[in-house]
């Protein structure tokens, strides 16, 4: 418990831990004392704030790219929706029943390597609308874009965008094959250079092990992203990783916590997978957590947007 409350107090006076000392908490048995000190961090950084954002898949299905847990992709026989672009009356309605219910950050999602310049100039009215009404603050996710496109992006009223690094560079490659970690880091790069913040995060549970978690939490910091959203995986019959065998509680638990402590300015966020680990929702909340993704989820069922909302408040949280 010394060694935890050492590095607590190294992290609340503005240190940071090295990869090393991450492993040496990941390896403390003191587990309920490391999730309480990853509390205390996020607490003393970011108060009781819950920040709550929701999204809407914009075009679904035929991926090119061979990501294994992905139901979108092309190489997989997932059963899904299948179609080109979302149409505007149904993105608008959505963003303004997820606004009704109190949730102001709102992003449509692509499925794709990229997205056609056609498709991007549709979804840029559709947030130069949503922009105009003053009511949300809009993100996206469409992957590796190029600087120019996400120049239309923020100048259409974007301020967040979204590219998972999915998880440790070193285990990148045994999970995806038709795109690289540095192209992802390009894309994050040039959104940060037209001046938008970075939600990053990644999958856990796909295989790797708990030092590639801290890898990938490590890379994180150094690329400042100010949102990461923990995954976990909920495995999707069809996909290359349909048979994945499922995380204990404590490796969920731990890695949260580690991901606080190496990440103490960002939001940790709630986001795919929650259905898998709601049992232990109160005890991720007390181990770093202050956001989370809510209602459904692409392809998969999340959780009940209000349920969500008044249960965070039940547990002291500001949404």
């Known amino acids: 418990m010394k060694f935890i409350s050492e590095l607590e107090n190294s992290v609340l006076?503005?240190?940071?831990?090295?990869?090393?000392?991450?492993?040496?908490?990941?390896?403390?048995?003191?587990?309920?004392?490391?999730?309480?000190?990853?509390?205390?961090?996020?607490?003393?950084?970011?108060?009781?704030?819950?920040?709550?954002?929701?999204?809407?898949?914009?075009?679904?299905?035929?991926?090119?790219?061979?990501?294994?847990?992905?139901?979108?992709?092309?190489?997989?026989?997932?059963?899904?929706?299948?179609?080109?672009?979302?149409?505007?009356?149904?993105?608008?309605?959505?963003a303004q029943i997820n606004r009704n219910a109190g949730v102001k950050k709102f992003s449509l999602v692509t499925?794709?390597?990229?997205?056609?310049?056609?498709?991007?100039?549709?979804?840029?009215?559709?947030?130069?609308?949503?922009?105009?009404?003053?009511?949300?603050?809009?993100?996206?996710?469409?992957?590796?874009?190029?600087?120019?496109?996400?120049?239309?992006?923020?100048?259409?009223?974007?301020?967040?965008?979204?590219?998972?690094?999915?998880?440790?560079?070193?285990?990148?490659?045994?999970?995806?094959?038709?795109?690289?970690?540095?192209?992802?880091?390009?894309?994050?790069?040039?959104?940060?250079?037209?001046?938008?913040?970075?939600?990053?995060?990644?999958?856990?549970?796909?295989?790797?092990?708990m030092h590639q978690r801290i890898e990938m939490a490590v890379k994180l910091r150094e690329l400042e992203v100010d949102s990461i959203p923990i995954n976990i995986l909920n495995p999707i019959k069809g996909t290359k990783l349909e048979n994945a065998e499922p995380l204990t509680d404590e490796e969920i638990l731990t890695t949260i916590a580690l991901f606080r402590f190496i990440n103490p300015h960002a939001l940790i966020r709630f986001a795919g997978g929650r259905t898998k680990m709601l049992h232990i929702q109160d005890a991720a909340l007390r181990a770093g957590i202050n956001g989370a993704l809510v209602g459904d989820l692409l392809t998969t069922v999340g959780v009940g947007m209000e349920e969500d909302i008044a249960h965070f408040r039940e547990m002291g949280f500001e949404c």
Request: with cysteine; charged share 25%.
């Open 13 to 94: 006076n503005g240190g940071s831990i090295t990869f090393e000392e991450a492993v040496q908490l990941a390896e403390s048995k003191e587990k309920e004392y490391l999730y309480a000190a990853a509390d205390r961090i996020r607490h003393h950084f970011h108060d009781n704030r819950m920040d709550l954002c929701t999204i809407v898949n914009a075009r679904s299905g035929k991926c090119s790219e061979d990501c294994k847990w992905c139901s979108q992709s092309a190489h997989h026989s997932s059963d899904i929706d299948i179609y080109d672009l979302i149409e505007r009356k149904i993105a608008l309605d959505q």
């Open 111 to 209: 499925s794709g390597r990229t997205i056609s310049d056609k498709n991007l100039n549709n979804l840029c009215e559709i947030y130069s609308t949503l922009d105009k009404r003053g009511s949300h603050e809009l993100c996206a996710s469409m992957g590796l874009l190029n600087k120019e496109q996400l120049q239309k992006l923020y100048d259409s009223g974007v301020r967040n965008y979204h590219c998972n690094i999915e998880t440790a560079p070193s285990y990148f490659p045994n999970v995806c094959t038709t795109h690289t970690v540095e192209e992802k880091v390009k894309t994050i790069e040039w959104a940060k250079e037209v001046g938008m913040k970075i939600c990053s995060g990644g999958i856990i549970g796909m295989g790797e092990t």
